[in-house]
């Protein structure tokens, strides 16, 4: 079993800046992908930030510029810097893991419980 841990997250004013982090612990051998989804209130969980485990990132167009995932192998956490915070970041933000045991198990994808981020106006 794995177990992500979000942290970080708050009410802060539009302009602001908040620091995610999520560790993974549990049962596995290696972990691959890790990523932030974003669950806004009334909307489906969407991709705001991936890496892989040797440090290539994607972002969604929406935080472009203003967002920065990060990783710590050693630690075996990833981390969300939000810049320039907007109200329509609102939302609940999870952190998610591609993990391994090694064959002849397959990958499994695990999610934290989730953080909430409230920008205001």
């Known amino acids: 079993q794995v177990h992500l841990v979000e942290s970080g997250g708050g009410l802060v004013q539009a302009g602001g800046s908040l620091r995610l982090s999520c560790a993974a612990s549990?049962?596995?051998?290696?972990?691959?992908?890790m990523a932030w989804y974003r669950q806004a209130p009334g909307r489906q969980r969407a991709l705001v930030a991936s890496i892989t485990s040797i440090g290539i990132t994607t972002y969604s167009d929406s935080v472009k510029g203003r967002f920065s995932i990060s990783r710590d192998n050693a630690k075996n956490t990833i981390y969300l810097q939000m810049n320039s915070l907007k109200p329509d970041d609102t939302g609940v933000y999870y952190c998610g893991a591609e993990t391994t045991r090694g064959r002849p198990s397959l990958p499994i994808w695990s999610w934290g419980q989730g953080t909430q981020v409230t920008v205001s106006s």
């Open positions: 549990g049962n596995f051998l290696r972990i691959n992908d």
